[in-house]
């Protein structure tokens, strides 16, 4: 395998295909492990039930999933608009919005592959109802995970979080452009359309069951970057159907499953949805989107070492050393049982 | 200050601007502080001079800057090129180029703002000369430097890379295209203009002398992201006169002298050149474009604690915590004379 570029068309960018880098010898920075050993329930965590956060604000005994407003919204739902400038050069315009935090589980050391299927599921349910709730006032619902340090998570407790915007965020907005393109042009949802070819093509699909696909997009950039997807043509993820959602508990706990037998450790990354757009949108024709999660784990060569996405990538693009094959092949490879659960 | 998006008509891409939320509680990811006791001679720093290489080259006794091959090039002089593929979704191309890192100082712990300024005019002349050579066969000439550990720098030894591609990158090929259509409009390339209006404003320029300005963006993503322009219209930096290659020289020593005494700490960053592209470029009229150096600093609120672009910035859009202007008045407290040398 060569050194060459491949195209996302969801983005319309390039990404740098660097297979031989792999054998580099790396003495740079080496990332703390992730804890280990978290405590089912920890006083001082103040995500955990029963906890007074630093707001205040006391979190009830809940049993289930927990969604509260986030203490700290990078967003408010009003405010002064700014001053409209008419120069190209210094434009600004307002942003409104609401920042949700939801714990999946009353337990600190259960991450979403070590909950059960039923409890997955009612994370699906509660997503759902999110994206239902806050799409009926904002354009775009951003529920989203960042797991582990090494991913800016700042609480071990298991949880995600929600930024619903009045405007429409660059990325989702060019893949509304991107997909209403391909659509007009092939009359089939690009996203449809490349989880058939991907199905026939089995290079890069790692897992799927009755109503789901998980594979390593051709055009990823992070080593184990994947797309999750469903095979039916759905727009929103309160579209799913209640088989699609038990379906969707049991691909999430597999993936997870897989890749926090990686490295043996439970495996960080961002990871969000991205389907058509609410608020005004809900008006409109959005046959072109098709939903999907993604998934954006660092790590590169251990537990500890983390591909850096800085200088050439900063300023130029992005770029992987192995390919989207070998990094499916390698998942394809590893057990579907938890490495925590093997003896128990 | 309330939350708003801003433009940046160069990538055309908008950011969250997100002045309160400096105010949240940081119990996440606390980095470990760059590396403050570096020898100026290390026997097992492979780029120190007369040292050897993991890939067995013996360095020789370099007294000033030291260029050379990358032993572990992202990009090769050539190879196959992959097959052509007609569907949209699974578009490859080749990629061929050269990869090479530049040496700044023989001894390790002296960093470009701890150098003289004849020695920093010495990397700045070596920079136009290497963009000269490499341009002639490669459309793009990407001069970067990752500094610091948390970002992605393998060795402490001051030092930066090129990259130089047969491929036109994402960002530098979209600056080409914005720069080209606001030139076509409006008769003045982007960025000549954007500097005539902020020396007016003054609202966020730092620092500037009789050839240079330095200020952060209105449309900065990074808390102390800034740019380096040239006052004069220059498309690259060969292009740069002596007496403006020394006055780079002097605000270079300048800027990253405040950028050190932010936090007492050798700042981490990468920043690199963005100038008008090479290879058969070279033909074209490129009067759009203009000379400037981006710096991309992660740390937000102390030498340890940095903004992570994670979940909502991966997949939405780019957010920030303070605004461009706190940013610059930031900047402009700083003292001139770096932490270091004050007692010297
Ligand atoms: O080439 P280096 O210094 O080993 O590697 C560093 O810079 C490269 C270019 O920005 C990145 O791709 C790597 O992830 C980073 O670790
Ligand atoms: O909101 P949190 O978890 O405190 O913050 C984390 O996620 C945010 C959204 O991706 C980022 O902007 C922050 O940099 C990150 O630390």
Chains 1, 2 share one sequence.
Not at 264 to 281: K, L, N, Q, R
Request: charge should be negative.
């Amino acid at each position: 395998e060569h050194p060459h570029i491949r195209y996302n068309p969801l983005m319309e960018e390039w990404v740098t295909v660097s297979p031989h880098r792999m054998k580099r010898p790396w003495k740079g920075q080496v990332e703390k492990s992730e804890e280990e050993e978290i405590p089912s329930y920890d006083p001082n965590n103040s995500l955990c039930p029963g906890n007074t956060r630093s707001s205040g604000k006391v979190n009830p005994q809940y049993e289930g999933t927990f969604l509260f407003d986030n203490d700290f919204p990078a967003l408010l739902k009003d405010g002064p608009a700014p001053s409209a400038n008419p120069d190209p050069l210094f434009q600004s315009a307002p942003a409104y919005g609401a920042c949700q935090v939801m714990c999946f589980h009353p337990r600190s050391d259960l991450t979403l592959p070590l909950m059960s299927q039923s409890e997955v599921r009612e994370v699906i349910d509660k997503w759902a109802e999110i994206n239902t709730d806050l799409g009926k006032k904002y354009t775009w619902v951003q529920i989203f995970e960042n797991k582990g340090n090494v991913m800016g998570c700042s609480n071990p407790h298991p949880h995600c979080q929600v930024w619903a915007s009045s405007y429409f965020p660059n990325d989702p907005a060019k893949k509304h452009r991107t997909q209403r393109e391909y659509y007009d042009k092939h009359k089939v949802p690009l996203l449809v359309d490349y989880v058939k070819k991907e199905l026939q093509k089995q290079e890069r699909v790692v897992l799927q069951n009755e109503h789901w696909v998980w594979l390593v997009p051709y055009w990823a950039i992070w080593p184990y970057e994947t797309m999750l997807l469903p095979k039916r043509h759905v727009l929103r993820i309160e579209d799913l159907t209640s088989a699609e959602r038990d379906a969707l508990a049991d691909i999430m706990k597999k993936l997870l499953t897989k890749y926090d037998n990686m490295f043996e450790v439970s495996f960080p990354y961002s990871m969000g949805w991205h389907g058509a757009p609410t608020g005004d949108y809900l008006q409109q024709d959005n046959s072109h989107w098709q939903l999907h999660a993604l998934y954006f784990p660092p790590l590169l060569r251990s537990a500890t070492v983390k591909k850096f996405m800085v200088g050439y990538e900063m300023l130029a693009q992005s770029q992987r050393d192995l390919t989207a094959e070998q990094a499916a092949e390698k998942l394809k490879s590893l057990p579907d049982v938890h490495y925590k659960s093997q003896n128990s």
